[in-house]
């Protein structure tokens, strides 16, 4: 029987990696939920960010081909210990080169793509709203100042 994919993609696929959620509520937690409108497969892909802007955890689960998979899981190896920056620069033709991905299944690597770019653009805009709840507005501490020298 022939078989159609490359050994790395089926080693991925019979053994994926970081399967599994973080807490979505964790501030910490970025979220990327992605779907390719040409087959209908979903990926979701979390990432934990450190204080030190690097990512310390990433976690994935995957509805969709087998390539959609090894590139899910093959994702959350490549980008654990990077900065935002880094992994943001991740780009799916290097996850098909390594993953030897035919040219008809490269749009199963770009859902890995978008995916970690969504995770991180989710953790952003968390960080920036727990910066803003954290700042008070100049108007409220001014206003605070003037009651209590009155
Ligand atoms: Fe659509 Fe693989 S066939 S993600």
Request: aromatic letters at 4%; glycine letters at 8%; one cysteine or more.
């Amino acid at each position: 029987m022939k078989r159609s994919y490359h050994e790395k993609v089926i080693d991925h696929y019979e053994n994926p990696r970081n399967v599994g959620n973080l807490p979505k509520g964790d501030m910490d937690v970025g979220t990327g939920l992605v779907g390719a409108p040409a087959c209908g497969d979903v990926m979701k892909l979390q990432i934990r960010v450190g204080e030190d802007g690097v990512i310390s955890e990433v976690k994935f689960k995957t509805f969709g081909c087998g390539s959609a998979i090894a590139s899910s899981s093959y994702m959350t190896e490549r980008v654990k210990g990077m900065t935002l920056e880094q992994a943001g620069a991740v780009k799916n033709t290097e996850i098909a080169k390594e993953l030897c991905l035919p040219p008809v299944k490269l749009h199963c690597s770009l859902l890995a793509e978008d995916a970690i770019k969504s995770a991180i653009k989710d953790y952003q805009t968390k960080r920036a709203k727990r910066t803003a709840a954290a700042t008070p507005p100049p108007s409220a501490s001014a206003s605070t100042q003037t009651a209590a020298h009155a």
